[in-house]
């Protein structure tokens, strides 16, 4: 072989490798697609399904199609309550649900979903996740938190109007986690179970009425099968959703990837809250169209329903004591972050 002859090789890799630059770097034109799986128990009509598959798209866009996610909406790929699990375990490599809905395991989270007078889903997806950042809970350590996010005030809806304390007693309201505690503080008998099964128990009569937010009442349909809805303000809670990515997963990604998906995150924290509180007022419109009622309870009354549930505060930050965690500083943390506005940073 003559020296000429030698010399192909070297120009044709050289060739090569400037293609590959000038469209955008080696690992661009030579990384193998990833496909991850999200699992999502909201309808796949719900809103917050349609975020998430925006979500997914974004960071596709961005990774110039490198990193696919395939959004399984409907509890199909993993029941609600076994969302975070199946994450862990990596039958799904990212979930969404509630982080109730496994009571006891994140005790310290628990602390968001307290009876603290929330104003609006922007409010409490930005305290999600400046709590989350403050104290950094062991608790998620098993998984790579994309972002939390947090519905806009848990209020009641029931089947027959409630206006005051006494009118609640010994109704069955459909609840979950924390959300028990403050339907029992408020003297109704709760009755556990996950969002996706509350329309049937509605339907069948096997409960009463359900604590949630108004958004519910459009996107689950519960305004079909509800007849009023109580403004109990003052003792609003909240539920704290979870995007998790599988750790080992999220380890595995390029840092480039990474980096882009972290970005979109944060993004999505006040995309997603500014949804929850859109979804509200599509709600609140749609159950008014059902010929629904909407009770706003009286200054006093809604102050009676706020002092029912100030043990449930009380109880938490004992509980956190026995468990050495920090409950009377994240109380205090959350309530700080509330005072500073509907839509604190």
């Not at 798209?57 to 199909?76: D, V, W, Y």
């Not at 309550?81 to 969404?96: E, L, P, S």
């Not at 395991?105 to 009876?115: K, Q, S």
């Not at 108004?214 to 809670?237: C, D, H, M, P, R």
Request: proline share 5%; aromatic share 10%; net charge positive.
């Amino acid at each position: 072989m003559n020296r000429r002859s030698k010399r192909w090789p070297m120009i044709l890799a050289g060739a090569i490798l400037g293609v590959a630059l000038a469209f955008g770097g080696v690992n661009s034109v030579w990384a193998k697609e990833i496909k991850l799986t999200y699992s999502i128990f909201f309808p796949a009509t719900h809103g917050h399904t349609l975020l998430a598959m925006e979500w997914a798209k974004e960071i596709e866009k961005r990774t110039k199609g490198e990193l696919k996610i395939n959004i399984f909406p409907g509890a199909t790929l993993t029941p609600a309550d076994q969302t975070y699990d199946a994450v862990v375990k990596n039958i799904a490599d990212i979930g969404m649900a509630v982080l109730s809905y496994n009571k006891g395991r994140f005790p310290l989270c628990e602390g968001l979903d307290l009876p603290l007078g929330y104003t609006s889903g922007l409010q409490a997806t930005r305290l999600t996740n400046a709590f989350y950042q403050k104290f950094q809970p062991k608790e998620l350590n098993d998984v790579k938190i994309m972002y939390l996010h947090a519905h806009g005030p848990g209020i009641l809806h029931t089947k027959k109007p409630v206006s005051t304390l006494e009118e609640l007693k010994g109704l069955k309201i459909r609840c979950s986690g924390t959300s028990a505690k403050v339907v029992s503080a408020l003297g109704a008998t709760p009755v556990a179970m996950p969002q996706n099964e509350s329309y049937d128990a509605l339907q069948k009569g096997v409960v009463d009425g359900l604590v949630t937010p108004i958004e519910s009442l459009k996107g689950w349909k519960f305004a079909e099968v509800i007849k009023s809805t109580t403004q109990n303000f003052g003792s609003a809670y909240t539920l704290t959703f979870f995007v998790a990515m599988n750790k080992k997963k999220w380890d595995s990604l390029p840092p480039e990837i990474q980096k882009i998906v972290t970005e979109v995150n944060q993004e999505w924290i006040d995309k997603t809250g500014r949804g929850w509180d859109d979804f509200d007022k599509i709600g609140t419109e749609f159950t008014l169209a059902q010929g629904n009622k909407i009770i706003k309870l009286t200054p006093a009354e809604d102050a009676r329903w706020a002092v029912r549930v100030a043990p449930v505060l009380d109880e938490y930050v004992a509980n956190m004591k026995a468990k050495s965690l920090p409950g009377a500083d994240a109380v205090k943390f959350c309530r700080d972050f509330l005072k500073a506005g509907p839509v604190a940073k």
